[in-house]
């Protein structure tokens, strides 16, 4: 079992910038990718970024050059930093472990990140 605690999310103004986390913890000896999903209101659940165990990312076109995903593998944590906000950025954000060998996907509960305009 995987436990993942995300923290971070909030409210602010567009053009700001925050950052989440997300803390794995359990049975995580074979999480080899983590990454971060949001969904809006009427919205599919998009990958926002994702980052492996050896450090290779991939993000959405839309957040490219704009947040950044990082992970400190010593305290399974995975973070996102988010600059240059905007209102469409506003969603539900929920972090992703994944199992790459077993197809087994962990979910965390989703922190709302409110962009005003």
């Known amino acids: 079992q995987v436990q993942l605690v995300e923290s971070g999310g909030g409210l602010v103004q567009a053009g700001g910038s925050l950052t989440l986390s997300c803390a794995a913890s359990?049975?995580?000896?074979?999480?080899?990718?983590m990454g971060w999903y949001r969904q809006a209101p009427g919205k599919q659940r998009e990958l926002v970024a994702a980052i492996t165990r050896g450090g290779s990312t991939n993000y959405a076109e839309s957040v490219k050059g704009r947040f950044t995903i990082s992970r400190d593998n010593a305290k399974s944590t995975v973070y996102l930093q988010m600059t240059s906000l905007k209102p469409e950025d506003t969603a539900v954000y929920y972090c992703n472990a994944k199992n790459v060998f077993l197809d087994m996907d962990y979910w965390g509960k989703g922190t709302l990140v409110t962009v005003s305009s």
């Open positions: 359990g049975r995580i000896f074979n999480i080899n990718a």
